[in-house]
């Protein structure tokens, strides 16, 4: 009988951590991503780099909702 093999692997865990952010314009970023004017959802990974970007800063979830009439 062939010997099972034990998985000793932890599953990686997977965060969907997302950040709202606001940029004053148009931004394309090669290691990060795109920006538009307005707010962007962005990883909470991308958001540390975009937020060192002097048109970008971080929204409140109170002002996003304010911004798309809820």
Request: hydrophobic share 35%; net charge positive.
């Amino acid at each position: 009988m062939p010997k099972e093999k034990l998985v000793t692997e932890k599953p990686v865990k997977k965060t969907n951590d997302k950040v709202a952010i606001h940029s004053e314009k148009n931004l394309f970023w090669n290691e990060v991503g795109s920006l538009t004017i307005g707010y962007n959802i962005v990883s909470a990974e991308n958001s540390e780099r975009w937020l060192q970007h002097k048109s970008v800063r971080l929204a409140t979830p109170e002002e996003v909702a304010k911004a798309y009439g809820k």
